[in-house]
């Protein structure tokens, strides 16, 4: 099956530095794919969707300019937290939607990778 | 945003049936509707999906009412590593899924 990988898989860094966050589809191209954030006990909070090639589409309330995301090639897209702060702190999950072999709406998930900023 | 309503936990008996409802009233006529399952602290994992007819596939079923209104997704022997937080979503336009609350299911030996 479709394969998404991120790394890394958890991360501490500094308040006020910025963390870069990877989001790979192994074995499929993805011309889009998408990133949330969960907080603990909490649901799946869709943050922006990537397209390969252009700017990516920001869901209300999500600080274009703090959560930087590039989606360079059709296999890899990043999300990078700028200027960090503890309420930062939180699981990102990427996803990615196999842009030819698979069913055209389905999306795979990646493992998350889990942001603490002290 | 969100726009299913799921009952927030369940318990089922091992190797019982688990029928995990799902409310999407407002749901459009090309929509479909997806069910995905996180397990702690993973990213989730897909389930099934599905327009207006039932589906089944190796890991469950779902049920669609005619109305398709609401469905039902349905693991027939529950075993302890289903337990997770199962979410129902609709498929809004631009491909985008917005996850609501999802029902915690937690199966019992």
């Known amino acids: 099956g479709a394969v998404v990988s991120q790394h890394p898989s958890w991360v501490i860094c500094k308040s006020g530095t910025s963390v870069k966050i990877e989001c790979r589809s192994l074995?499929?191209?993805?011309?889009?794919m998408f990133w949330y954030r969960q907080f603990p006990k909490q649901s799946l909070m869709l943050m922006a969707t990537?397209?390969?090639?252009?700017?990516?589409?920001?869901e209300q309330g999500v600080e274009k300019d703090k959560f930087l995301i590039n989606h360079a090639s059709l296999t890899l897209s990043t999300l990078t937290v700028t200027s960090a702060h503890p309420e930062d702190s939180s699981f990102y999950i990427c996803?990615?939607?196999?842009?030819?072999?698979?069913?055209?709406?389905?999306?795979?998930f990646g493992p998350g990778t889990r942001l603490t900023v002290t | 945003d969100a726009k299913t309503t799921q009952p927030p936990s369940m318990d089922c008996a091992e190797g019982r049936a688990a029928n995990l409802p799902c409310n999407h009233s407002?749901?459009?006529?090309?929509?479909?509707v997806y069910w995905y399952r996180q397990i702690h602290s993973q990213g989730p994992q897909y389930i099934i999906h599905?327009?207006?007819n039932n589906e089944t596939n190796e890991m469950a079923s779902l049920i669609i009412t005619e109305d398709r209104k609401s469905s039902t997704l349905i693991l027939p022997h529950a075993t302890l590593r289903d337990t997770a937080v199962y979410y129902c979503?609709?498929?809004?336009?631009?491909?985008?899924?917005?996850f609501g609350t999802g029902t915690s299911l937690t199966v019992i030996p």
């Open positions: 996803s990615a939607r196999d842009s030819i072999g698979g069913q055209f709406y389905e999306q795979y």
């Open positions: 074995d499929f191209q993805a011309t889009t």
């Open positions: 990537s397209n390969e090639g252009s700017k990516a589409t920001y």
């Open positions: 407002t749901i459009s006529g090309n929509e479909y």
């Open positions: 599905g327009l207006k």
């Open positions: 979503i609709v498929r809004v336009t631009g491909n985008q899924f917005y």
